[in-house]
């Protein structure tokens, strides 16, 4: 399984942005996605989450502004950030718990991260 992540790139501080999952291989299920992000010399954190029921969370920081959200026929995983705040620049990275076959555990992939920037 690959995660493909893609949408990044400049924005102005109050701006919008919209960033893709593409999960692709052999997929049963797709329990839980994450957008997490880090921004240069910090750790990476949890920015969004959704199960596979459509149970969504948030970062403090993003609530509000940002929708983690699924188009399920074709399992993307979107990321729409309104409002953008020059403390969200980072590389957003997507991850996935995903179950391959219906008789096995959900494995945990990473995608490589798409770079965000907003300025002031």
């Known amino acids: 399984v690959q995660l493909q992540a893609s949408g990044g790139g400049l924005v102005q501080a109050g701006g919008s942005l919209r960033l893709s999952c593409v999960p692709s291989g052999r997929i049963y299920r797709i329990h839980t996605m994450y957008w997490y992000r880090q921004a240069p010399g910090k750790q990476r954190d949890l920015v969004a989450g959704i199960t596979y029921a459509g149970s969504t969370n948030y970062a403090d920081s993003v609530k509000g502004r940002f929708t983690i959200s699924t188009d399920s026929a074709k399992n993307i995983v979107y990321l729409q950030m309104n409002d953008r705040k020059p403390e969200d620049t980072a590389v957003y990275y997507c991850?996935?718990?995903?179950?391959?076959?219906?008789?096995?555990?959900?494995?945990?992939?990473w995608g490589r991260g798409t770079l965000v920037t907003v300025s002031s």
């Open positions: 991850n996935g718990q995903i179950s391959s076959t219906g008789w096995s555990s959900p494995n945990n992939y």
